[in-house]
């Protein structure tokens, strides 16, 4: 995203401001980018910014939006100068806490990061990526332990953290021999300056190479083998990524998006922050989802900025909905309702989850606003969408973004070696459907510059991703049918989502096998229709124990991520297996919820 936003500032860059060295990377045009106009002031970071050069294209960007409103929060306001100066005081402080010597290229050192929903997230991220070095966010609800093997794996040479996480966080950079250094809120929303009073840009950044090429994020995301994964994506993957919902959603620098999710995963890093920051548009952030505090924010008449973007999962729609009818009953109150949103809202997004086509029409007869779903991955970035303008059918996930390709593959893999037969593959321009395969369903695999470049220090792992010819292998089962991708879930029953959140069942039954009273564990994703799905444990106890659902959630509080914790317990004899010593939970899901 940052070189992009460089791209798009260097076209029309304000007086002073060097367009640094990735000039002419991505080819992204965009007619309603933002263009400085002679009242725009270039702040003192501008000139800061252009001798930092190459450090990160997010100095040139963000010099170029200079005085607009990139987050408002509920501690206050930040501009895109404000932000920068902010982030180039933490890397100075980064810098410092390192000795002054880096001791090595900054562009391989992972920054851990626990920062809550607002302006100070972004400094940090800028922070760390004005020194060249790569971002690792934690999240603040995460117990110690998930933090700690974040921090651990992705080898962080520093743990960031706002002053009301200092604790947690200085105590994971103990644990590992490194330094914690803090963002404070005075660095953002002034009030002191931080420890600091130079206002240059500056952070011992790599220089040099191929900015695209540069690691500028890693995210953890679970799967069927072993602990989470960091999902690496380089500076060009991040480009790619958002350059294509720019243009497909047609972001522009008035847009003001209402941002509501967590900032350790994709929907809301690369969607919801990257995507408003990349064209000098505005971020409301809330700390956290609340159904009421959304709701205000969209009908708010005097609100300033007013929020006409939202994007959320299913599970936050399905809950507007359930405050809607408990709260908004009276007729005029629903037709104000109906009105503002129709009125200034441009666009609505569902994903990261199948959204249930009840909450799609009840959505729409409350709002005016039929939902854009659209389909995406941590890997990837976002792949299929309904498009911005046209039919947008219930149930589907549109065609590839700009710049994406995809393809249904039949039978992958067979005995052990490939034989993928494409029966259907597209871009954003055309799609090809062997003759006789329309309608029948694979494996989805896609391609193209937005696709991650590894997992972390996981080599092994990364090449089994991937197809020998190159392709990511997602593991979802989608269908081509009436000229639009569908998905019908993923091809293994041990990946959950629920409220959005990608869950291992794997990991979730090593957690709760070392719980000393279970003996036997499979963990399957019943349907939901709050939650899409919801975690539920199949448990066998040890001879003469008792285990209430009370008693798991309460073990499992310290040791498990909040929202891998069982919500349903189901207490068998034992497990049914087959000849093999596996439980089928396909079966299983259809014995106990069919
Ligand atoms: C919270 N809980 C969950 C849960 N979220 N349980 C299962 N699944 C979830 N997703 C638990 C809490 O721990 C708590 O347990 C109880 O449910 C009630 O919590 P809450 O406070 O009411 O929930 P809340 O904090 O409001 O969270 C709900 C939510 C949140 C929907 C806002 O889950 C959320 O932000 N989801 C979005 C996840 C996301 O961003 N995914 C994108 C991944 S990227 P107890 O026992 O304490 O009562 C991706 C790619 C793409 O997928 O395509 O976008
Ligand atoms: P994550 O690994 O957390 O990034 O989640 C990515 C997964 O979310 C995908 O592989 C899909 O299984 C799922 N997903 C995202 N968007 C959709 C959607 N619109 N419909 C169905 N599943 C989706």
């Excluded at 644990?175 to 803090?182: S, Y």
């Excluded at 009908?299 to 399905?318: D, H, I, K, Q, W």
Aim: proline share 5%.
């Amino acid at each position: 995203m940052l070189t992009l936003a460089l791209v798009r500032a260097s076209r029309a860059l304000p007086a002073g401001v060097n367009a640094a060295s990735p000039a002419g990377a991505g080819a992204f045009v965009h007619r309603r980018a933002f263009r400085p106009s002679a009242t725009t002031s270039s702040t003192s970071t501008t000139s800061s910014a252009s001798s930092a050069g190459c450090l990160s294209p997010v100095s040139s960007c963000a010099a170029a939006f200079g005085e607009r409103l990139a987050i408002s929060d509920r501690h206050g306001t930040a501009t895109y100068g404000v932000l920068l100066r902010a982030a180039g005081r933490v890397a100075r402080r980064i810098q410092r806490a390192l000795g002054g010597d880096d001791g090595g290229n900054p562009a391989s050192e992972a920054v851990a990061f626990l920062c809550p929903n607002d302006a100070r997230y972004v400094a940090a991220q800028w922070a760390t990526w004005l020194r060249g070095s790569v971002a690792v966010p934690l999240y603040h609800r995460h117990p110690r332990r998930e933090l700690h093997y974040v921090a651990g794996d992705c080898g962080a040479r520093v743990v960031l953290s706002t002053e009301e996480f200092a604790e947690t966080a200085a105590g994971v950079a103990r644990e590992m021999g490194v330094p914690h250094v803090t963002v404070m809120h005075s660095d953002v929303y002034g009030g002191g300056g931080g420890d600091d009073d130079d206002d240059g840009v500056g952070g011992g950044g790599a220089t040099g190479g191929d900015w695209r090429e540069r690691p500028a994020m890693i995210v953890y995301t679970s799967g069927t083998t072993g602990r989470p994964k960091g999902v690496l994506s380089t500076h060009g993957n991040l480009h790619a990524q958002v350059s294509c919902l720019l243009e497909a959603w047609e972001w522009s620098c008035d847009d003001v998006i209402l941002h509501t999710l967590p900032l350790h995963h994709t929907h809301g890093i690369v969607n919801k922050l990257l995507c408003p920051l990349a064209v000098g548009a505005s971020c409301v952030m809330l700390p956290e989802f609340d159904a009421r505090q959304v709701w205000e924010h969209l009908l708010s008449g005097e609100a300033s900025p007013r929020v006409n973007v939202f994007m959320a999962v299913p599970t936050v729609y399905a809950r507007l909905i359930d405050y809607y009818d408990e709260h908004y009953t009276r007729p005029r109150v629903r037709d104000f309702v109906r009105g503002m949103c129709k009125e200034h809202i441009r666009l609505m997004v569902s994903g990261s989850a199948a959204l249930p086509t009840p909450v799609l029409e009840r959505w729409e007869e409350i709002t005016g606003h039929r939902l854009l779903e659209r389909y995406g991955m941590t890997e990837l970035g976002m792949v299929l969408s309904n498009p911005l303008r046209g039919d947008r059918i219930p149930g589907t996930v549109g065609s590839p973004l700009p710049g994406v390709e995809v393809r249904i593959v039949m039978e992958a893999v067979s005995g052990g070696g490939e034989s993928c037969k494409a029966i259907v593959q597209a871009d954003s321009k055309s799609t090809r459907v062997t003759p006789g395969f329309e309608g029948k369903e694979g494996e989805l695999q896609v391609s193209g510059p937005s696709v991650f470049k590894e997992y972390w220090r996981r080599p092994l792992e990364t090449k089994e991703a991937f197809t020998s010819d190159g392709w990511f292998k997602t593991g979802d089962t989608a269908v081509y049918r009436d000229g639009t991708f569908r998905l019908l879930g993923r091809t293994s029953a041990d990946i959950i989502k629920s409220g959005g959140y990608k869950i291992s069942a794997l990991e979730v039954e090593w957690n709760l096998l070392s719980h000393p009273d279970v003996t036997d564990v499979a963990v399957i994703g019943a349907p939901d229709s709050l939650w899409g799905q919801r975690v539920t444990a199949l448990v066998v106890l040890r001879r003469g124990a008792t285990l209430t659902l009370k008693q798991i959630k309460e073990w499992a509080r310290e040791r498990m991520v909040a929202y891998t914790i069982p919500s349903e317990m189901i207490l068998m004899d034992e497990l049914p297996r087959n000849a093999m010593g596996k439980v089928n939970k396909k079966d299983l899901l259809k014995k106990f919820f069919p």
